[in-house]
């Protein structure tokens, strides 16, 4: 997908986008540092987009030993991802069914959920419907890691959002600013 195309899908559907750019090599590293690839057996990707966390986390794991799936809720963004990595499910439904297709799977717990949703945009009853999912889908111990834009960080929904996440995880650590991404990003690392 070119630059062009994505500014486009941002253009007409900025509340499932959320973004003018693919995520940088760089983002991706830092958002699936806190996952031991060795352990996890069910991995979770939110907002798969073009792709870019999802390689990311397909070059690490075990497919034979691990369940890895995504959503991606834009239909456009969704037929990129699953053409960039055919090897993964990437379903085109809300986060907030998470429990739904855990089930599909057969197990009842995620051990890391990487996510890629454009928070700082969402109305608040979103947050909580997909935080709370996450919360009870992700396994005791387990990692949530997900990504704020330096310009969304002082939206009153972006402030709205760090502090759920202080509330409902046991532990949010923050990177440094990854400059090289477009635009400027942190991640937030939680866990349950």
């Keep these: 997908m070119s630059r062009w195309q994505f500014v486009k899908q941002f253009c007409r559907e900025p509340r499932t986008i ?3 750019a693919p995520s940088s090599r760089k983002l991706a590293d830092r958002m699936i540092q806190p996952i031991n690839f060795n352990r996890a057996r069910v991995i979770v990707e939110y907002g798969s987009g073009t792709g870019a966390f999802t390689r990311q986390i397909v070059d ?12 991606e809720l834009n239909e456009q963004m969704n037929r990129i991802a699953r053409e960039n990595v055919p090897e993964v499910d990437i379903f ?4 907030a069914e998470l429990r739904k297709y855990l089930k599909k799977y057969d197990v009842k717990h995620a051990d890391a959920i990487i996510s890629g949703l454009p928070w700082a945009v969402f109305p608040e009853h979103i947050q909580d419907e997909i935080l709370y999912e996450t919360i009870a889908g992700l396994q005791k111990g387990g990692v949530f890691t997900t990504f704020a834009y330096l310009h969304g960080l002082l939206l009153p929904s972006g402030i709205r959002f760090r502090r759920k996440l202080q509330k409902h995880f046991s532990e949010v650590k923050t990177s440094p600013v990854v400059w090289s991404n477009v635009p400027p990003a942190l991640v937030y ?3 349950k």
């Design 18 to 20: 959320g973004a003018i």
């Design 60 to 71: 690490r794991i075990n497919q034979q030993k691990t369940i890895f799936f995504g959503f």
């Design 92 to 95: 085109q439904d809300s986060a």
């Design 189 to 191: 690392w939680c866990r």
